[in-house]
């Protein structure tokens, strides 16, 4: 599920190709790098890149993968998701400003703006895995050795864990539960999670893409579908997305899934706290979380 290296540009400037294919020129090395998107700054994190302030979810916070290490190197809040301040980017004089293509941490529509403080570079994290982001901020920003450093650690972590494991029988689906009246997520086989678990041996469950509104847009991800749809599911195993153990009960608890069988089975679990938004930290908080449940006693 990995790149291999990221080969190394030669000097400076460079160019840079954006995700919608314009092309972005950086003069010298970033030395203060301004994250407007709160699922990009992690991967900076990850990379060791000089970045000075991010932007948070929309309830101020960070991830909480990643947090303390945001605090450690003196990382300041910039603003909500959604909520552009440019006098705050002014104020930051970033050399580097780092832009989401979508989601709901894009400031894209103020890119002519933040163009006129510094070089913008846009990336598009929906249609690429955090390993691919690594590489790419670091070819982007000449950290090309500790992206791929980044990239041999966690190679090893999954190596290692993998021929640790004793997992269940059958098939793994991961679900979003939300319960009744409201859409529960089901992970794709090819998508950032199920890839993640695939790396570690199991085998996914992919969930029919018929069961998603074609109002909906679609999602290399997930299957948003319709709480009656789970009853549909077949795999002897449930993660349950950025929960817990006890949020993994919830659903064993519910009586129009207790015919699933993974709750027949009792195979119910959380995939972790940190696991909606996948980056190097919450990845190794997954491959750590499995290591400790199915790993040979």
Do not use: C
């Not at 009960?249 to 696991?275: A, E, H, K, T």
């Amino acid at each position: 599920m990995l790149p291999t290296t990221v080969q190394a540009n030669s000097g400076w400037p460079r160019t840079v190709t954006n995700a919608d294919g314009s092309e972005t020129i950086l003069q010298s090395q970033p030395k203060r790098i301004l994250s407007t998107s709160v699922t990009l700054s992690g991967s900076l994190l990850a990379i060791e890149a000089p970045l000075v302030a991010s932007a948070t979810t929309v309830r101020g916070d960070y991830f909480g993968q990643w947090q303390d290490i945001a605090k450690e190197r003196g990382v300041e809040k910039l603003w909500r998701a959604g909520a552009v301040d440019l006098e705050a980017v002014w104020a930051f004089a970033p050399d580097l400003i780092v832009v989401s293509a979508s989601g709901a941490d894009s400031a894209l529509a103020q890119r002519a703006a933040l163009e006129e403080v510094a070089p913008v570079l846009v990336l598009d994290y929906g249609a690429i895995g955090w390993e691919d982001l690594a590489g790419q901020l670091g070819q982007a920003i000449g950290h090309e050795a500790e992206a791929n450093a980044l990239l041999s650690l966690f190679a090893t972590e999954l190596q290692t864990t993998r021929a640790q494991l004793q997992l269940p029988q059958g098939l793994t689906n991961i679900i979003s539960y939300n319960g009744p009246g409201a859409p529960n997520p089901v992970a794709t086989a090819g998508g950032v999670h199920g890839r993640l678990l695939n790396a570690l041996g199991f085998q996914l469950e992919d969930p029919p893409r018929s069961w998603q509104s074609a109002n909906t847009p679609p999602a290399a991800d997930f299957i948003r579908a319709a709480y009656e749809h789970l009853t549909e599911l077949t795999a002897q195993t449930t993660f349950v997305l950025a929960g817990t153990d006890e949020d993994a009960q919830r659903l064993l608890d519910d009586p129009i899934l207790s015919n699933l069988p993974s709750v027949q089975l009792g195979q119910v679990y959380g995939l972790g706290r940190n696991s909606f938004r996948v980056d190097y930290y919450s990845a190794s908080e997954i491959v750590a979380g499995i290591a400790q449940r199915f790993g040979r006693a």
